[in-house]
């Protein structure tokens, strides 16, 4: 399979593109803004080469592995697309999250879209920001159940494709909630991550706050993400954290047993901001990466087991994917 694609979504410098594996980066704006806001990217599994960017101006295609791109036409154009997820199964199911908060679907593959019908807060209490779509999980199990979270309004679930919604917030540390992932199993556990904390959820109707404070240094958390054993265990789950958004420390996070313990991924240094998200595609084999949102990149080829940092840097990163090559 040889060394992944990764493409980058950076605020005010567009998208950049690596043919191997991040040491070497290209701008490709084609049909896009150079300096656009990208907050999201995604890739359809099926066909690498199609992509999705969520921009500040609404979102973007390319079907030629980013050499050039056009604008989708979406129900609204001018909202800022903030999440974006592609169903594993049934590639031209697509979701996409807004700011001001509003949850779309396609389901021919980005060509037609439809607003979803789900109650969100139009603005957060004090006013300081505007609430918008920060996550969508697709269940790995179940592509009908689909997860959102909402900075700063909570977590959204339907069961029907997102015909549906409910909403669960109940013992949550905090309703700004920044990422999801969800672990498979009897009983299944959905954990989120929040400003003040990890929360998981086993029953779809109350969270438990893991108190992560009382094991590693900082309680801001903007990642989540669930990496199965390749052996026998309940594999682990992976928290990318800082001081604060974007803060000036940064770290990853390791439990195996649902936040009872913890360990700290050695990334040869503290990260110069809170590490903002990671990027993994089950179709290339132990590549996961990760990055803060001050722009550092790091780089795992055996499934977080061990990282290094990568040369370059970028202003402020907000957006990854990885893909075949």
């Known amino acids: ?40 990217i995604a890739v359809r599994p099926d066909n690498p080469a199609t992509l999705f960017a969520g921009t500040e101006a609404g979102l973007y295609r390319s079907d030629d592995a980013a050499e050039s791109w056009s604008k989708v036409d979406l129900p609204v154009n001018d909202r800022q697309i903030w999440a974006i997820a592609i169903d594993s199964s049934t590639a031209d199911i697509i979701f996409v ?100 904390d990890i929360c998981i959820c086993q029953d779809l109707q109350t969270w438990q706050p893991l108190e992560v404070k009382q094991h590693y240094p900082w309680s801001y958390a903007r990642a989540a993400e669930y990496i199965k054993s390749s052996t026998d265990g309940d594999g682990r789950i992976f928290i990318g954290a800082g001081n604060g958004p974007p803060g000036n ?35 290339v084999d132990g590549w996961f990466m990760a990055y803060s949102v001050s722009g550092q990149l790091f780089r795992s080829t055996d499934n977080g087991s061990s990282w290094e940092k990568l040369g370059r840097e970028f202003g402020e990163v907000r957006g990854m994917a990885i893909v075949p090559n």
């Not at 439809?114 to 603005?123: F, S, T, Y």
């Not at 609430?131 to 977590?155: K, L, W």
Request: a negative charge; glycine letters at 14%; aromatic letters at 8%.
């Open 249 to 283: 420390q940064g770290g990853i996070f390791v439990t195996t047993d649902f936040g009872q313990s913890w360990s700290r991924a050695d990334l040869g240094m503290t990260a110069n901001s809170t590490i903002w998200n990671f990027a993994r595609n089950n179709a």
């Open 1 to 40: 399979m040889g060394t992944p694609i990764i493409y980058l979504g950076t605020v005010g410098q567009g998208v950049w593109k690596s043919l191997d594996g991040g040491n070497t980066w290209n701008r490709t704006a084609n049909g896009l803004f150079a300096e656009s806001d990208i907050r999201a």
């Open 97 to 196: 999250g807004t700011c001001p908060s509003d949850l779309f679907k396609s389901e021919d593959g980005g060509e037609s879209w439809h607003k979803l019908e789900v109650e969100l807060a139009e603005e957060c209490a004090g006013g300081a920001i505007i609430p918008r779509v920060t996550s969508i999980e697709i269940d790995p199990n179940d592509s009908n159940t689909v997860y959102a979270g909402i900075e700063i309004d909570g977590f959204r679930h339907s069961t029907d494709g997102g015909k549906t919604w409910t909403t669960i917030n109940d013992g949550l540390s905090s309703l700004d909630i920044h990422g999801i992932t969800v672990v498979p199993g009897q009983p299944k556990t959905i954990v989120v991550a929040t400003n003040n």
